[in-house]
């Protein structure tokens, strides 16, 4: 049985290459950029007004109150056709180009206009240069304005939209199919006789993976039968990940394993000194493809997929922030029970820096798992912890 670290090494040393693929600007949020990007633009383009108001000449009104004569009204997306000379004004809006003569903009609310007579009173003195951005104080044509292997944030979609990038080079997201195996499994819609349950896990999965924008498809299903379960692990083969729950312990009818390797998957683990989650398989498919076969008690498919699916997907991504974080905080209460694995044990973030244990009853208890925002992380053969001891902490 390998330690937690050990088995996310074999994760590591056994993903694929990054592919790549080109994407349409909207549909590229939340992927990683696989180029440097430069501006094709000055910005700004021009001398442009920061504010609306008049564009002056500055040594024009250093004794106010001063009339000046308005040549014209200049929008933004409009060029000036006049020039500013003394005892003149151009009226402008903001983002409009500071025409020829003007040194400074003064606000509209600091100057009155008299429609009779066309001219402006400037109701203060104005520095030199005050409100005009000038012309590629932001950025210069050829200036690289974004790295390779960054987010794709909203505030990087406006970046990219203003250099004319309407296709972004991004990290491709692998495929990902996930099946749930079980004679026991009914669907949620139907209401489980004898020893039937409903398939949570199923749901559960996708939506963690969903979550973080995975294209996932399900597979539904699969019964503790070889030769359904070959067809099913065969379909699900064709997708870059494969993921199954269930089926992975020492049962009789535990096949997942068997049907993994007669389909050509060579299995790397099949244990983690883990808690919980203890049985869980990872394995490399006949065409490279990553293989993870999780425990069928749902509060363990979920840890490991918080931690070792995540990881995985996070390298073929690369994007980091497919992760989870992990913190430091302070007990609020005690743990009296630890084990010669690595525990996981779920857990609120109170304020103030402090987490929460929740009693929990095993690793089907999904009642406690819905009031988690996060795991404790406690190590293996650690001596009980009192309140207050320091932890560390993976947030959802």
């Known amino acids: 049985m390998i330690t937690v670290e050990q088995a996310l090494g074999i994760i590591r040393q056994n993903i694929p290459p990054a592919q790549f693929e080109k994407m349409a600007l909207m549909e590229s949020l939340g992927r990683v950029l696989v180029e440097d990007v430069f501006s094709d633009v000055d910005m700004p383009p021009f001398d442009k007004s920061a504010m609306d108001g008049y564009a002056v000449r500055s040594e024009d009104i250093q004794s106010p109150p001063v009339e000046l004569e308005v040549l014209e009204i200049v929008p933004a997306g409009s060029m000036p056709t006049r020039e500013v000379k003394p005892g003149k004004a151009i009226k402008i809006m903001t983002g409009a180009p500071v025409p020829r003569g003007a040194d400074a903009v003064i606000m509209v609310e600091k100057t009155k206009y008299e429609p009779s007579t066309r001219t402006v009173r400037c109701l203060s003195t104005i ?33 990219l939209a203003a250099v004319g990038k309407d296709k972004a ?48 498809t399900s597979l539904g299903i699969v019964r503790d039968n070889i030769e359904i379960m070959m067809e099913k692990v065969s379909a699900g083969l064709k997708s870059d990940m494969l993921i199954l729950t269930g089926g992975v312990s020492m049962g009789d009818y535990d096949i997942v394993e068997d ?3 007669k389909l050509g998957v060579r299995i790397l683990f099949d244990q983690v000194a883990i808690k919980p989650g203890k049985p869980t398989v990872f394995g490399i498919g006949p065409k490279g493809q990553l293989v993870f076969g999780l425990p069928g008690n749902p509060v363990s498919a979920f840890v490991i997929t918080e931690i070792f699916i995540k990881e995985a997907l996070s390298l073929l991504c690369n994007d980091a922030g497919i992760k989870n974080r992990i913190i430091e905080a302070e007990l609020a209460a005690p743990i009296a029970s630890t084990s010669n694995r690595q525990q996981y044990l779920g857990a609120r973030i109170l304020q103030d820096g402090l987490v929460e244990p929740i009693d929990g009853h095993g690793s089907a208890d999904i009642l406690f798992l819905s009031r988690a925002d996060a795991l404790i992380i406690v190590p293996p053969d650690a001596p009980q912890l009192a309140v207050d001891s320091h932890v560390r902490v993976m947030v959802f």
């Open 259 to 261: 049907v993994l390797k």
């Open 169 to 216: 080079q991004v990290y491709k997201y692998p495929s990902v199919a996930i099946a749930t195996t079980g004679d026991e499994l009914v669907e949620i819609n139907q209401k489980p006789n004898g020893a039937q349950i409903r398939n949570s896990n199923t749901y559960s999965l996708l939506s963690q993976l969903v979550n973080i924008g995975m294209p996932v």
């Open 127 to 159: 520095k030199k240069n005050a409100n005009i951005c000038f012309k590629a104080e932001d950025i210069n044509a050829g200036a690289k304005v974004i790295s390779r292997d960054t987010k794709i944030t909203p505030q990087v979609i406006g970046l």
